[in-house]
C-alpha cells in the first residue's frame, strides 16, 4: 500500500468533493490554512485500527488548533464492507468516552459504500458521505461550535448537499474523476 497515493487520493476528494461541491462550507478554511492531518493506518484488523485511533484521537487533543485543527485517519486495509465499518462506530464512540475526550473530540465517518438507512445503494445522497477509502475524520467539539455559530442553519447543509448531488447526478460525479 503506497501511503502517499492513498494521501493524494483522499487529498483530491477532500479538494474536488467536499469543498469543491460545498459538501462541508467549514472545510476550505482547515484546507487552505494546512490544518488538517491526514493519517494512513496499516492496519488489518479493527482492534490494530482502534489503537491508530486512540493514538490519533490522543495526537489531536494534544496537538495546536492552529497547526492541526482535524485528523482524517484513513484505513484502506480493513473495515472495506460498509455494515462492518457501521458497526465499528460503536467502539469508536466507546473509545472518545474511554479516553475521557467526549465532549472535547468526536468522530465522523466516510466510506466508498456508504449508505444511509433506508436508502438505496446506488441513491446518490448517499456521495456525501463517500470518500476512497474507509475514513474516520477526527474533530474538535470547539471547531464544530465556532462552525455552527458561524451558520445557525447547519440543518440546510444536509438539505443543500442532497440539492448538489441530485443537480450532480452519477455521472456528474463521475466526471469528477475521483478515486472511489
Known sequence: MNH????TDTR???VKAVIGLNLCPFAKAVHVNERIRYVVSDATEPE???KDLA???LALNRADPDEIDTTLLIHPQVLDDFLDFNDFLDAADALVDE???DGIL???DFHPSYQFDGSAPDD????SNRSPYPTLHLLREESITRAVEAMPDTAAIFEGNLDTLDKLGHAGWAALGLKT
Open 12 to 14: 483530491d476528494w477532500v
Open 106 to 108: 468526536q468522530i465522523a
Open 55 to 57: 493514538r490519533e484521537l
Open 48 to 50: 490494530a485500527l482502534l
Open 4 to 7: 502517499d497515493q492513498v494521501i
Open 124 to 127: 446518490i445522497a448517499n456521495y
Open 99 to 101: 479516553l475521557q475526550l
